[in-house]
């Protein structure tokens, strides 16, 4: 079963406004990863936070976690219609798995109307 | 383009044939990873590499699905005897540590 669950599992949003995605997980992680995937391509990543952070920047990206509720949320800043994409959350396990499979919700798909 | 590339991007093939699928990561990364993404969801865990080593695969690796990596290098996932029910993406990425970058991906439509 997935281990990331993404809430909304839809946003539609004007340009100019934030974006905010949730991820919740099940089990203890490394770290967690936020990707974007536009329609039928690859994944980008986007930014990954450790399991000993509570809160990372990347321009207009900004992460937060929480391992106390087992979350994370994404939100982006002054949104843009190429913005416009599936967001995916993915853990990274620890211990054993620390460094090998990520484990994927579901996604938000992120519409940004001009 | 993250450097990950995939060949090839498009695979149609009628059910019950072979196919085979490349990776080449991105050069000084020592672990590979594969992912398969249906429509509509996230890309699911298919097996792991840290060089020649395949160290991890999950449960949805039947009998019928094979990878390699044979100098540590490219990698190859082969489907024998393919059924509707792999048409899907099939994912390759790579890492160093943390981050992992991911290719195109390879879309197999299975008839």
């Known amino acids: 079963s997935q281990q990331g669950e993404e809430d909304p599992q839809a946003l539609s949003i004007q340009e100019g406004e934030n974006a905010t995605m949730n991820c919740s997980y099940k089990?203890?992680?490394?770290?967690l990863q936020w990707y974007r995937q536009n329609s039928g391509r690859g994944l980008v990543h986007l930014i990954l936070?450790?399991?000993?952070?509570r809160e990372k920047h990347s321009g207009r990206l900004r992460v937060t976690l929480d391992t106390s509720k087992k979350s994370s949320s994404l939100l982006i800043t002054a949104s843009r219609a190429a913005d416009t994409a599936s967001y995916f959350c993915?853990?990274?396990?620890?211990?054993?798995?620390?460094?090998?499979?990520?484990?994927f919700g579901e996604g938000t798909q992120l519409t940004v109307n001009p | 383009d993250t450097g990950v590339s995939q060949d090839p991007r498009h695979k149609i093939t009628k059910r019950g044939q072979n196919v085979t699928f490349r990776c080449d990561p991105i050069?000084?990364?020592?672990?590979l990873y594969w992912y398969r993404q249906t429509l509509g969801q996230g890309p699911e865990f298919l097996t792991y590499?840290?060089?020649?080593?395949?160290?991890?695969k999950s449960r949805l690796l039947s009998d019928r699905f094979s990878a390699e990596r044979p100098k540590g290098s490219f990698s190859t996932l082969e489907i024998q005897r393919t059924e509707q029910g792999d048409s899907a993406m099939y994912l390759c990425?790579?890492?160093?540590?943390?981050?992992?970058?991911f290719g195109p991906g390879t879309r197999l439509t299975v008839l």
């Open positions: 050069s000084e990364h020592n672990r």
């Open positions: 936070i450790r399991s000993n952070e």
């Open positions: 590499f840290q060089n020649e080593a395949q160290l991890e």
């Open positions: 990425a790579s890492s160093s540590w943390g981050e992992q970058f």
């Open positions: 993915a853990t990274d396990g620890g211990g054993e798995t620390s460094g090998s499979r990520l484990t």
């Open positions: 089990t203890s992680i490394n770290n």
